[in-house]
């Protein structure tokens, strides 16, 4: 076991974003990590950092550059030792990291379902004719216009509290938000209805909190080793396998979830054009060993079905 504990006087530095669901996160890792070694709370300092994604608000995240906006401050301090570790919600972040940090620990994984956020209906097939939707996700905008193209999507960024105010306005009938967000916010009096994974697809990962450390780190590599949850890092392999094969960039409408199911790995992926006007899905099961390799099968099985050019609108 690790000698070099961190103690009050010389705390861990969990470095996180400010927002209610980011601070929460890294509150849940801060109470594993001390209850895995028996530490007082106070030997762990949470340090809230300001992201370049959190400062630009009023535009689409593609229009800004896509994931590395949420964690590229974060990686900085990282590197530079500010802080020692990183907690990041698994759905925003890129499939690489940089030079020298490694992304591999993961919490137990949270519901993994979309949440239909209304407060006079509950569900999409209710919605009017042309009736107003809002939300920040490519994915969940292309999956919404592929089964209900007469709905009306419009941009809703900010966080949870800023889009449920929105809907409170009447500016949009419904939003969408990860059942996993209101669960960990106990947010209980939001006017939701969870939506099954077959009628709307998740984000890859969604759900799972990740924690990323320099890789020459071995106090932070071995404290996190004790709060890693296998099954989800088993889960995640397979997802981020197969967004790394597709692109994963934060342009592309990916969908993917996979289950375990005593020794097999069930994959179920999708992919969209931003418009909803064309989407191809497939599955995959296997040995959970074979989760990675799954992954990226899945992936050229989807890429050779969509066809040449399905992802060339965005180079332009």
Same mark, same amino acid.
């Given at each position: 076991?690790?000698? #070099? *504990? ?6 861990? =530095?969990?470095? %996180? @974003?400010?927002?209610? +669901?980011?601070?929460?996160? !890294? ?122 193209? #007469? *709905? ?6 900010? =966080?949870?509290? %800023? @889009?449920?105010?929105? +809907?409170?306005?009447?500016? !949009? ?144």
């Amino acid at each position: 076991m690790t000698r #070099d *504990l961190p103690t009050p006087a010389q705390p861990l =530095n969990i470095g %996180t @974003r400010g927002s209610p +669901l980011a601070l929460a996160q !890294a509150h849940e890792t801060r109470e594993r990590l001390a209850k895995a070694f028996d530490l007082p709370f106070e030997a762990f300092t949470i340090v809230v950092i300001k992201t370049t994604g959190d400062k630009i608000i009023d535009r689409p995240l593609k229009e800004i550059g896509g994931k590395g906006l949420f964690t590229r401050e974060i990686e900085e301090d990282m590197l530079s030792g500010k802080i020692d570790i990183a907690v990041h919600s698994m759905k925003d972040m890129p499939v690489l990291q940089p030079e020298g940090l490694l992304l591999d620990t993961y919490l137990p994984r949270e519901d993994v379902r979309d949440a239909f956020i209304s407060p006079e209906f509950t569900g999409i097939a209710q919605l009017p004719e042309a009736a107003i939707v809002g939300t920040s996700s490519l994915r969940r905008r292309a999956q919404l216009l592929n089964r209900r193209p #007469d *709905l009306n999507v419009v941009e809703f960024r900010g =966080n949870m509290q %800023t @889009r449920l105010q929105k +809907l409170d306005d009447g500016v !949009a009938s419904c939003t969408f938000l990860a059942m996993a967000g209101l669960n960990r916010l106990r947010m209980d009096h939001v006017p939701k209805t969870a939506i099954d994974t077959t009628d709307m697809l998740p984000a890859v990962a969604q759900g799972a909190i990740g924690i990323e450390r320099r890789a020459d780190d071995s106090r932070a590599t071995e404290m996190l080793a004790a709060i890693h949850d296998t099954k989800t890092g088993q889960r995640l392999a397979a997802e981020r396998a197969f967004l790394a094969a597709l692109d994963g960039s934060c342009e592309t409408p990916i969908a993917g979830l996979a289950e375990l199911n005593g020794d097999t790995l069930h994959l179920r992926g999708e992919v969209l054009r931003p418009d909803g006007s064309s989407a191809h899905a497939d599955e995959i099961s296997g040995p959970i060993s074979d989760g990675a390799a799954m992954g990226q099968a899945l992936a050229r099985t989807l890429l050779d079905r969509a066809g040449p050019g399905f992802f060339d609108w965005h180079a332009h």
